[in-house]
Every structure is written in structure tokens, then in C-alpha cells.
């Protein structure tokens, strides 16, 4: 362990104030310390600096009023005032899947390394905590090296983000580990002081190579990507078979050397990382040559595309076998709760899909609608489900927020035109519905 000093607490940045960097951020200026956020969007900058989050997040709007009133937070477009502001420069950028292939779209790293370099005239740190492919840390040491005026004085290390969209303050606040991945031990030294107040609360370090810290989080996403499409695949199998796949994963759940998270089955995972992270991992892992090693991450992909599928079939089963002119509600746009998250949402894949085959669907999400109807105007939106539910052939549970889960069957029956409903995410209590008369499916269940 490196050891610690009394100087003062490092002054950090935060480069791009996206999902990752806008938490970061905050939350780091809410533990003590003096924080510049950097984004090139001069509207986002503005929005930020009068304490407006641009996404939706439960608990970060107020912690961004308590750190800008703090003087502690502030938002630039600047890349030169972020150089000789900072000590620690933490990369907070996105790797988008690129257009046309599997491979992570790196330009916006690579810009915003370039960008900063460019200003660094002093020794300093510049932290990594995008996803991105193994071997970029590499290859971004070099080149902010190569265009830093400070030279080899700069150095790079990289610390993958490990957050949940809806528990993400938690997460960044007291995360269950910390990964640094360092060269040398003044750049371990510099993180321990940049997660002083983090690691004081006896959170776990784990220090290793740039390398080992690039793959802990495709890796840990990839495992956890394996095990919902695992217990999704357990489904296809009970519905071939007549099993009842809830009773199944409960059974599992009970072995502590499997154990019930991510065990859930349903319509599957989404979002802006597990999709596009496994993706990109089999492509860099293919270019490496060892492409066979993680082969089984495309079945897992495509496990996970067939339970979208195989939801869109269940409703129209019940719809009789045609969705022409059905009238089919929608519960959620998001690919999770507590998010107004669309990126590859399941639920808008399913609802597209009911649309192009002939029903009218309206959709309805207590966060994601505005987003949703950007994308996809060719839907229909309602304010609240009962409200968006009169008149419906067929429900379908997409994302389970809390407030779907306690929906009352006998109130939404007395407005629905037929009681049927799909639960696509097992979160309703088949039991309590089919007692109100509803036909209630979900996937892997009789």
C-alpha cells in the first residue's frame, strides 16, 4: 500500500458530464472536494451550473444544488482552465457501439485525451473511467505523452466505473469495491487522496495493472450478462417442457455457490452497457486471437434478443393470433426503473415490434416517455396507466416499476376492454390477477 500524506486534497476534474461524468462529479464535490466539470455542449454546461441534471437520476438533483451552493462544483466548456485547474483528470466520455459493428466507438476518448494533453504543462494524473476495450489505456499513455507539453510527467491510470442507473449516488458514495489500475506509486497515491473520504469507509482497493483494470469491467459485465441470459434460456426450456421457470430460479437461487441476484427471468437486460460491452468484448477479444475464449457471449446476446421476440409472440397469442388494428398498453419505456434510460430498451423493442404488426399501442413510463416519443414518434403515449390502459385488448408489463407492480387488477380490469395481460418482467403475482379474472402468460411459465 502507498503510503498517505498530510498535503491537500487533490483538486479534481471531470471530463464529459454524461450519465457517468455528471454523478462523478457531484458526488466527489459532495465528499469535499473541489471538483471542474468539462463538457464541449455549452446548453448542458449552462443547465448543469443552475442545478438542473439533464437525466434522471432519484437523489443526484438535490446533491447537484448542494454542491454548486457549496462552491465546490462548477461546469466549463474549457479544456485549458480544467488543465490548470486539476490534479486528477478523470475521463468520464462514452464508447458507444459503433455504426455497422460490434467494435466500442473510442473517437470521444480519444478526442477528450487529446483535448486535455494539449494544456498539460505539469505533472498530473489523468484517470480513465470509461468502458472501454483492453489495451486502450496503453495506447492513450503514449498519446497524451506524445502531445502534453509536461511529457512523460503525465501519466495515465485507469479506474472502470462500476454504476447502476437508479442507484448510482450509492454507488459512487460507497461503492462495494474500488479498481485501481497504475503504473507507478505515485499515480496509487494520487487515487487513494482523490478517494480519501471513499476508502476511509473501509471500502475494498483492489490496485493492479492498466491492463487487469481495463477487463475487470467487461468482464464483470459479461458475467453478469451470462447469468440473466442463463436463467432466460431456463425459460425457453420450461416453455418447451411445461416447467414453471420462476420455481426453477427459486430453487437455484438457494445454492450459495449460484445465489439469487441476476437470477430473475423475464424480458431481459438492456441499456447503454451490458448490450454494447459484450459486444465490443467479443470483437476486441476476436482481434486479439483469442475470439473462441469468449464465443459464448454471442448466444448470450442472442438469448437475450430472443426474449423480446418471444414477448411480442405472447401478446399476440392472446390477441388470437393477429395484432391488426389490437389495441396493445405498454407498461414502461426504460430499460430499467428509476431510469429515463431508452438505449436498447427492451421494452421500445417490443413495443416497435406490436406496432409494425398491426396494433396500436400506446406506451406509458413515469420517466422515459419524453425521451421514448424523440425516438419513436410512431407510438402512441399515455400520462399514467389506468388513464392509457381504457379500451386496451391486451396489457404488457415491459419495466417494472414500482408503481406497475401495485397496480390493482380490479381497477384496471373495470377500464381495460379485455382482461388480458402479458407480465414480461415477473413482476406481478399471477395468482392476485387471475383471480380478477385476468388470462394472465409470462415468459417460461404454463
Known amino acids: 500500500m502507498a503510503a498517505t500524506t498530510d ?20 458526488c466527489m464535490a459532495v465528499l469535499g472536494f473541489d471538483v471542474l466539470g468539462v463538457e464541449i455542449d455549452q446548453s448542458k454546461v449552462d443547465r448543469l451550473n443552475s442545478g438542473t441534471v439533464p437525466f434522471f437520476e432519484p437523489g443526484l438533483p438535490e446533491l447537484l444544488v448542494k454542491a454548486l451552493d457549496s462552491g465546490r462544483l462548477r461546469f466549463t466548456t474549457s479544456f485549458a482552465e480544467a488543465a490548470e485547474f486539476g490534479d486528477v483528470h478523470f475521463l468520464c466520455v462514452g464508447t458507444p457501439q459503433q455504426q455497422g459493428s460490434e467494435a466500442a466507438d473510442l473517437r470521444y476518448v480519444d478526442a477528450a485525451a ?27 499513455t503514449e498519446l497524451v505523452q506524445r502531445i502534453a507539453p509536461a511529457g512523460d510527467q503525465v501519466e495515465l491510470a485507469w479506474n472502470p466505473e462500476f454504476l447502476r442507473e437508479g442507484y448510482a449516488v450509492d454507488d459512487t458514495l460507497r461503492p462495494d ?13 494520487q487515487l487513494r487522496a482523490a478517494f480519501a473520504p471513499v476508502i476511509a469507509r473501509d471500502t475494498p482497493v483492489v490496485v493492479t495493472d492498466l491492463t ?34 420462476t420455481g426453477l430460479a427459486e430453487a437455484l437461487a438457494y445454492d450459495d455457490r449460484i445465489g439469487g441476484r441476476f437470477l430473475r427471468p423475464g424480458l431481459g437486460f438492456g441499456g447503454g ?15 486479439l486471437g483469442v475470439g473462441q475464449a469468449v464465443a459464448f457471449l454471442r448466444e448470450v446476446d442472442g438469448i437475450n434478443q430472443r426474449r423480446r421476440a418471444r414477448t411480442a409472440d405472447l401478446v399476440r397469442e392472446l390477441a388470437g393470433g393477429d395484432l391488426t388494428g389490437v389495441r396493445v398498453t405498454a407498461l414502461g419505456a426504460a430499460f430499467k426503473p428509476n431510469s429515463d434510460d431508452i438505449r436498447d430498451a427492451p421494452a421500445l423493442d417490443v413495443a416497435t415490434t406490436l406496432h409494425r404488426l398491426g396494433a396500436h399501442v ?28 381504457a379500451g386496451s385488448d391486451v396489457v404488457v408489463l415491459l419495466t417494472e416499476w414500482n408503481e406497475f407492480r401495485l397496480i390493482d387488477p380490479e381497477a384496471m380490469g373495470a377500464v381495460v376492454g379485455r382482461r388480458r395481460i402479458v407480465d414480461g418482467r415477473h413482476a406481478l403475482d399471477p395468482v392476485k390477477w387471475r383471480a ?3 388470462e394472465y402468460r409470462a415468459l417460461g411459465r404454463p
Open 7 to 26: 498535503a491537500a486534497p487533490p483538486r479534481l476534474t471531470v471530463i464529459g458530464t454524461g450519465y457517468l461524468g455528471a454523478t462523478h462529479a457531484i
Open 114 to 140: 487529446t483535448e486535455l494533453a494539449r494544456h498539460l504543462h505539469r505533472r498530473t494524473l489523468v484517470v480513465g473511467k470509461s468502458t472501454v476495450p483492453v489495451g486502450t489505456a496503453a495506447r492513450l
Open 177 to 189: 469495491r474500488l479498481v485501481f489500475g497504475v503504473t507507478s506509486a505515485w499515480a496509487e497515491a
Open 212 to 245: 487487469t483494470a481495463e477487463l475487470v469491467k467487461v468482464a464483470a459485465n459479461s458475467f453478469l450478462a451470462t447469468k440473466i441470459s442463463y436463467i432466460n434460456a431456463m425459460a425457453e426450456v420450461c416453455e418447451a417442457t411445461g416447467g414453471d421457470v
Open 273 to 287: 452497457c451490458l448490450p454494447k460491452d459484450i459486444r465490443a468484448f467479443a470483437h476486441r477479444a476476436e482481434e
Open 362 to 389: 400506446t406506451v406509458v413510463d413515469p420517466a422515459a416517455t419524453d425521451n421514448a416519443r424523440r425516438s419513436f414518434p410512431e407510438l402512441a403515449y399515455g400520462t399514467d396507466a389506468l388513464s392509457a390502459a
Open 436 to 438: 380478477a379474472g385476468w
